[in-house]
């Protein structure tokens, strides 16, 4: 009977004489067409087979052999499903190939992604920001990309944005030894004593400024300075050529948070910060030179009214000390702006500002040339922030070199009155 049922699959069974008009319309025997094959139930139950003339069609001179379609309709010309045979019930395999493919695919495209590389070298930038750790675990680095919205007029990156940087990689090497608790850069002793960092004195040396799209790498460590401070110096190079662009040493004391007065380092605190101290010499050499305090009488230029806004404020509720490098160009001759870039600085902070300050910026230039027009050689500027009601906060000496582009022509004119 198993033989019986596979055989009917495949060959056609002719009917008996006396089979009904009625048994034909249900078995859905009548007018057949294989795709070529035309075939012809006669009244005597005998099957006619006519071959089809058309031609198969040709592409490219060569011939197409297109798979038969089963189409089966009854005396009527109404269509009826072909019979179940052991063929057609079997899966569609080009459907199943094609999951397939989709799936080896999307796994293909997923481990490309993984095992990604930059085209280029200046492509690879630290993607999280994060930094590590070199060097015996005593020097921090971390690139930066530079933004478009970190670079000035000159289309190079502002002071501001190297002294950020500068701040951010402190802070970040801190974090990473495990040690930020609170506030900036406190250790974990230090906020038990409310104890904070502050800056008593920069110096920041810039032999090029980076451009946009450039990638640096800043190197920061620590070492001692006497017996209750820390200095903290950087290096920012060019990641892709090595090239020195800014060193940078800083001088740091610790205040007491709530009292605002500064502090000696407790034995607690130095037994935490000691094992990252590096026995270095500062990378910019110290300008032993006093710093003139400006007053009305010397100050050739002033800016009042300067007050903080909310964005200024630090984690420990004073101003940034990044802030004071703007305000003291605010007082800072045009001309000079225009013809010169700001080649070092030295700032000496003397005492914190709040939100509800109110500021003056003074600027005197050290050298005016033949006293009419600004040198074009460097140029010296000496700088004050004070309170208005008198009180210092910041001195201040910046030193400017000629712009490449502005080293011919006329000398800037240096407009007599204050700004």
């Given at each position: 009977?198993?033989a ?17 008009d ?7 025997i ?15 139950g ?26 089966f309709?009854?005396?009527?010309g ?13 899966p569609d395999?080009?459907?199943l ?24 070298p ?23 990309s ?10 190079t990156?502002?002071?501001e ?16 030894a ?17 104890l904070?960092?502050v ?11 980076p451009?946009?799209?450039?990638v640096?790498q ?31 040493s800083?001088?740091?004391v ?5 009292t605002?007065r ?5 034995e ?21 030179r ?16 300067l ?13 940034n000390?990044?802030k ?31 939100r ?26 000496q ?37």
């Amino acid at each position: 009977m198993v033989a019986t049922a596979a055989t009917s699959a495949f060959f056609p069974v002719t009917s008996s004489p006396d089979s009904s008009d009625s048994k034909k319309k249900k078995l859905g025997i009548g007018s057949i067409n294989l795709g070529g094959i035309k075939s012809k139930s006669s009244s005597s139950g005998t099957l006619q087979v006519k071959a089809n003339a058309q031609a198969p069609p040709k592409i490219n001179g060569t011939k197409v052999v297109t798979p038969p379609v089963d189409v089966f309709k009854n005396e009527d010309g109404v269509s009826s499903p072909p019979p179940r045979t052991f063929i057609n019930q079997l899966p569609d395999w080009s459907m199943l190939l094609a999951a397939i493919t989709t799936v080896f695919l999307a796994a293909e495209k997923q481990w490309m992604m993984l095992d990604w590389k930059p085209k280029r070298p200046d492509m690879l930038i630290d993607p999280f920001g994060i930094g590590r750790i070199v060097q015996d675990g005593l020097v921090f680095r971390q690139n930066f990309s530079i933004r478009s919205y970190e670079i000035g007029a000159d289309r190079t990156a502002s002071i501001e944005t190297v002294m950020n940087h500068l701040q951010e990689t402190a802070l970040n090497h801190v974090r990473s030894a495990g040690m930020l608790v609170d506030g900036f850069g406190s250790t974990p002793e230090m906020c038990k004593k409310n104890l904070i960092w502050v800056v008593t004195r920069m110096q920041v040396v810039v032999d090029r400024y980076p451009t946009w799209g450039d990638v640096v790498q800043v190197d920061t460590w620590v070492s001692a300075s006497g017996k209750n401070c820390m200095r903290r110096d950087w290096i920012i190079r060019d990641s892709k050529t090595g090239e020195i662009l800014t060193r940078a040493s800083s001088i740091w004391v610790m205040m007491n948070k709530l009292t605002r007065r500064l502090s000696k380092i407790p034995e607690e605190v130095r037994g935490e910060i000691e094992p990252y101290f590096m026995n270095s010499d500062p990378v910019v050499a110290d300008d032993s030179r006093k710093l003139v305090k400006l007053d009305d009488s010397s100050a050739e230029y002033v800016r009042k009214g300067l007050t903080p806004r909310w964005n200024d404020l630090d984690v420990n509720q004073h101003v940034n000390n990044v802030k004071y490098i703007g305000w003291i160009l605010e007082s800072t001759p045009l001309p000079i702006l225009e013809s010169h870039e700001l080649s070092s600085v030295t700032l000496e902070y003397r005492r914190e500002c709040g939100r509800d300050s109110v500021l003056q910026s003074l600027t005197a230039v050290s050298d005016h040339g033949d006293g009419n027009s600004l040198s074009l050689d460097e140029t010296e500027c000496q700088h004050l922030l004070r309170l208005e009601e008198g009180s210092e906060v910041l001195r201040g000496r910046t030193q400017w070199r000629p712009k490449k582009s502005e080293t011919s022509g006329n000398a800037a004119q240096i407009p007599p009155e204050s700004a």
